[in-house]
């Protein structure tokens, strides 16, 4: 079937990695043979990044939409080697890890890491790890060394006591390899923080044929509440050449965008106009069958092509995400983090920030996860919200001064 004339990005486009299959066109993208370890992790990856998005699509209907599921995986993964029992198990459930072992699943992400890498030349993709620790508190040092050795991580004891200076160095590493894009991921360090695992991905893809920026104009934009915009659209003629990939089925259309030499794709996907169906219940719903559906029936379209330039900064705490997903027990205190630590630790908290910008050259996207990891026995008395206070002299019991203090002043 062939698409509307002028497509309309209703759906938050997520970059889709089309690496792991020959390139249809005039791509050069290299022939890619992966190990059954790498095969796994990019299976199950796949299974992971339409769960994750199902779950935070049909818990925000009316917003847009942006994540990273491959660095969430990834922050994640690195976890999950310290990791045990029902904790593990969960953990292998909610990113879709099927059965298998620890260590086929760090053999995996270790291949694949190295595959993302440097599968195009003429296309940027950065992927880096780290974990960062408080300095006092005792890890295990073979799962520091894991998290070295097949994340290719870099794993740093800092002073949390110096909360600004240890806020500071992490976020200026996420700054760094994210192009700068996201100049923080932690705004604070509490007491009962002893490690952050984090990940970063930065892409900065050039279509492999650009968008004339002259034939960039204004045009409306009808969005999903109804009302119209005004937004610029790119426009490419009908009849030009080299040719785009499109397809879809009775429910859904979709176009493909190649970057580079044809290692990574933009995939868009929307419902027919006059459709019954809205976007919010197609993302509540996509899965890797209805997506493998939608890659098998690209092909070749000399239509012509409109979308909007735009970009979108997004972010999200992914603990009841992970929790529906089924990896709900990690971030209690009956969490079994022992491969980390032989103190008590639980995962206090998963999130993540994440941006993309789409215009006539072509696409800048970048991510970072972040997992905290606490103590489950720590104990505060944590004064955050109104309270009254008194000054006194104990001997006695002499009150000197008394306050209320409903908020703290400037």
């Not at 299976?43 to 998005?53: P, Q, R, V």
């Not at 199902?54 to 925000?60: D, E, G, L």
């Not at 942006?66 to 953990?91: I, K, Q, R």
């Not at 933009?266 to 459709?275: A, E, H, K, L, R």
Request: proline share 4%; with cysteine.
């Amino acid at each position: 079937m062939t698409l509307t004339r002028r497509i309309l990005v209703s759906l938050a486009v997520a970059v889709a990695l089309t690496a792991c299959s020959n390139v249809d066109g005039p791509g050069q993208a290299p022939n890619v043979t992966l190990t059954a370890n790498e095969q796994l992790i990019s299976t199950s990856g796949n299974d992971f990044s339409f769960a994750l998005f199902q779950q935070v699509a049909k818990t925000t209907p009316g917003a847009n939409v942006f994540v990273s599921p491959l660095s969430a995986s990834m922050s994640l993964g690195m976890a999950m080697n310290g990791a045990a029992g029902t904790t593990f198990d969960g953990m292998r459930t909610a990113l879709r890890l099927g059965n298998g072992d620890i260590g086929q699943l760090d053999a995996g992400y270790q291949g694949l890491i190295g595959l993302l890498r440097g599968l195009d030349p003429t296309t940027t993709f950065q992927l880096a790890n780290s974990v960062w620790y408080r300095n006092t508190f005792q890890f295990r040092q073979p799962f520091m060394d894991t998290t070295k050795k097949y994340f290719d991580a870099q794993v740093q004891g800092l002073n949390f006591n110096d909360v600004t200076g240890s806020l500071s160095t992490i976020n200026g590493w996420v700054s760094a390899n994210t192009g700068g894009k996201i100049p923080t991921i932690l705004d604070a360090i509490t007491p009962d923080q002893v490690m952050f695992l984090i990940n970063a991905i930065y892409f900065k893809g050039t279509w492999q044929y650009q968008f004339d920026s002259k034939r960039t104009g204004p045009s409306s934009f009808r969005a999903a509440d109804g009302t119209t915009q005004t937004v610029p659209f790119m426009n490419r003629p009908e009849n030009m050449k080299p040719l785009f990939r499109a397809g879809g089925t009775q429910q859904l259309s979709i176009a493909e965008l190649p970057y580079g030499n044809g290692a990574f794709a933009m995939d868009i996907v929307m419902v027919p106009f006059n459709s019954a169906a809205s976007i919010d219940s197609v993302a509540a719903q996509l899965n890797a069958s209805t997506w493998a559906t939608l890659i098998a029936s690209l092909d070749d379209t000399d239509e012509a092509f409109a979308m909007p330039r735009f970009t979108l900064a997004y972010d999200r705490m992914l603990n009841d995400d992970l929790s529906a997903l089924g990896m709900g027990v990690a971030f209690t205190d009956q969490a079994n983090f022992s491969g980390m630590s032989a103190v008590p630790l639980k995962l206090s908290f998963v999130k993540q920030k994440a941006f993309v910008t789409v215009d006539e050259t072509g696409t800048t996207a970048g991510a970072s996860t972040v997992t905290g990891v606490s103590v489950t026995a720590f104990r505060e008395f944590r004064v955050d919200h109104p309270f009254i206070f008194v000054i006194r002299e104990r001997k006695t019991g002499t009150i000197l001064f008394m306050g209320k203090v409903l908020k703290i002043p400037a």
